[in-house]
Antibody, heavy 117, light 110 residues
Framework: EVQLVESGGGLVKAGGSLKLSCAAS????????MNWVRQAPGKGLEWLSS????????YYGDSVKGRFTISRDNARSSLFLQMNSLRGDDTAVYYC??????????WGQGTLVTVSS | QSALTQPPSVSGSPGQSVTISCTGT?????????VSWYQQPPGTAPKLMIY???NRPSGVPDRFSGSKSGNTASLTISGLQAEDEADYYC??????????FGTGTKVTVL
């Protein structure tokens, strides 16, 4: 069974940093591109970033480009999101998402990030 | 990248059919057969319902179907059931090698 477990969320002050982690199991992690998607309270889904299976290709959404960095460790089946210069509108549940055939086929349960002013 | 446009809400009685539209541009929905649909009941993570416009993952009822015409994709739920009440989101791959989600649609079973 595919499992994606996010961790690292919490309360942080505006301007601060936070690093999210995602532990993957139940599949061959190194074979799949991975993504981060977030959802602000009461709002819709927002795609943030993707990383290819080898880590060679990385893409970001406009709202986080230059502030967030995605990375992965295939030896440890882990995905990461380093978030810097956090703002109030970054408050959201952050999901770790597996990609298969250009779609998001498996989602973690999410970790809540709250940015206070 | 602007979000794909979906109606805020649709509703139907049990057994009826409802259709949710998802309108993008020639740089996303119109250029790729990489449109997916996700179901999100309250308080849960999204679940993949349709991928590559028309394909259903294993375990998804065949009441759910997808289509696309030009820059607009659609999700149809036939034989609506109470358990189908949820938020639904479309997504598309884009010409920038990124992804974009729709604005979301709340489906209510009357």
């Amino acid at each position: 069974e595919v499992q994606l477990v996010e961790s690292g969320g919490g309360l942080v002050k505006a301007g601060g940093s936070l690093k999210l982690s995602c532990a993957a199991s139940g599949f061959t992690f190194k074979n799949h591109p991975m993504n981060w998607v977030r959802q602000a309270p009461g709002k819709g889904l927002e795609w943030l970033s993707s990383i290819s299976s080898s880590g060679s290709y990385i893409y970001y959404g406009d709202s986080v480009k230059g502030r967030f960095t995605i990375s992965r460790d295939n030896a440890r089946s882990s995905l990461f999101l380093q978030m810097n210069s956090l703002r109030g509108d970054d408050t959201a549940v952050y999901y770790c998402v597996r990609e298969f055939r250009v779609t998001f086929d498996s989602w973690g349960q999410g970790t809540l990030v709250t940015v206070s002013s | 990248q602007s979000a794909l446009t979906q109606p805020p809400s649709v509703s139907g009685s049990p057994g009826q059919s409802v259709t949710i539209s998802c309108t993008g541009t020639s740089s996303d929905v119109g250029s790729y057969n990489r449109v997916s649909w996700y179901q999100q009941p309250p308080g849960t993570a999204p679940k993949l319902m349709i991928y590559e416009v028309t394909n259903r993952p294993s375990g998804v009822p065949d009441r759910f179907s997808g289509s696309k015409s030009g820059n607009t994709a659609s999700l149809t739920i036939s034989g609506l059931q109470a358990e189908d009440e949820a938020d639904y989101y479309c997504s598309s791959y884009t010409a920038s090698s990124t992804y974009v989600f729709g604005t979301g649609t709340k489906v209510t079973v009357l």
